[in-house]
């Protein structure tokens, strides 16, 4: 069975960072690009960025709102997909989902989402 | 970048067919999914590439898309059908994912 599971959120200051990570199971994690996906409260979803797999030599993308800012890294040997994120905003604030991508482009499975409140 | 536009609301009859749309510039030429998340929960995949079901989504759930719109259809909808609905489709000039801004379909 495919599970993801987030961890890392909390509540930090404008300006702070955090380190989300996604442990997944019940696939060959390796052989798969990854997503981060938000959804800040009462908002729809918002694509964060991608880390392709070693085939694509790890390569990254990130949306234009997080460019610079946050980091998406993996570690196959753990099974495990990272998100720094640094100069955190208060428009940072949102669930974040990962998500497993089959065929480049569609999200099979998402996670349960951890929650980042940006705040003073 | 690229945007999709999705009514912000449905409501439809229990048995009845709830259609939502989502529009964007020559989406016809793009392969569109769609995801439902329930309050509370992580979206959930419904159909991709346009109109493929993943296994275990209902055959009430169907897909199509060209032009410049694709269309999401629930027929016969239940109750356990309300719950937000998105589309999503690949941007080739940024290599980015896109969602549309979600629609809310409600059961009366």
């Known amino acids: 069975e495919v599970q993801l599971v987030e961890s890392g959120g909390g509540l930090v200051q404008p300006g702070g960072s955090l380190r989300l990570s996604c442990a997944a199971s019940g696939f060959t994690f390796s052989d798969h690009y990854m997503d981060w996906v938000r959804q800040a409260p009462g908002k729809g979803l918002e694509w964060v960025g991608r880390?392709?797999?070693?085939?694509?030599?790890?390569?990254?993308e990130y949306a234009a709102s997080v460019k610079g800012r946050f980091t998406i890294s993996r570690d196959d040997s753990k099974n495990s997909l990272y998100l720094q994120m640094n100069s955190l905003k208060t428009e940072d604030t949102a669930v974040y989902y990962c998500?497993?991508?089959?065929?480049?482009?569609?999200?099979?499975?998402w996670g349960q989402g951890t929650l980042v409140t940006v705040s003073s | 970048s690229y945007v999709l536009t999705q009514p912000p609301s449905v409501s439809v009859a229990p048995g009845k067919t709830a259609r939502i749309t989502c529009g964007g510039n020559n989406i016809g030429s793009k392969s569109v999914h769609w995801y439902q998340q329930k309050p509370g929960q992580a979206p959930v995949l419904v159909i991709y590439y346009d109109s493929d079901r993943p296994s275990g989504i209902p055959e009430r759930f169907s897909g199509s898309n060209s032009g410049n719109t694709a269309t999401l259809t629930i027929s016969r909808v239940e109750a356990g059908d309300e719950a937000d609905y998105y589309c999503?489709?690949?941007?080739?000039?940024?290599?980015?994912?896109?969602f549309g801004t979600g629609t809310k379909v409600t059961v009366l």
């Open positions: 880390t392709r797999n070693k085939a694509n030599s790890y390569t990254t």
């Open positions: 999503q489709v690949w941007d080739s000039s940024s290599d980015h994912n896109v």
């Open positions: 998500a497993r991508v089959v065929d480049s482009h569609v999200f099979d499975y």
